[in-house]
Nanobody, 119 residues
Framework: QVHLVESGGGLVQAGGSLRLSCVAS????????MGWYRQAPGKQRDMVAL???????NYADSVKGRFTISRDNAKNTVYLQMNSLKPEDTAVYYC?????????????WGQGTQVTVSS
């Protein structure tokens, strides 16, 4: 089992910045990918940014150039630096960890942290 704990959400004005953190614990040695998804009210949960253990990052088009994902493997922590925030970034942000094999993928989720951007 993998346990994920997020922190860093909050209320910020448009144009501001926030940094989210997610600490992983448990059976994490086989976790390949970590990252962030978000879900706004009435909408599906969408990928925001993912990063492999080797450091390769992938971003949603809507956050490219504004958000940066990073990972500290020694601390089992993934970060999401969010700059130039917009009201449409308002959502619950979920930390995600993936255990992938050639045939399977298993996802683990944090409890979520609210990010609210006021206009």
């Amino acid at each position: 089992q993998v346990h994920l704990v997020e922190s860093g959400g909050g209320l910020v004005q448009a144009g501001g910045s926030l940094r989210l953190s997610c600490v992983a614990s448990g059976s994490i040695s086989s976790i390949n990918v970590m990252g962030w998804y978000r879900q706004a009210p009435g909408k599906q949960r969408d990928m925001v940014a993912l990063i492999t253990k080797g450091g390769t990052a992938n971003y949603a088009d809507s956050v490219k150039g504004r958000f940066t994902i990073s990972r500290d493997n020694a601390k089992n922590t993934v970060y999401l630096q969010m700059n130039s925030l917009k009201p449409e970034d308002t959502a619950v942000y979920y930390c995600n960890a993936q255990r992938q094999t050639i045939l399977t993928r298993q996802d683990y989720w944090g409890q979520g942290t609210q990010v609210t951007v006021s206009s």
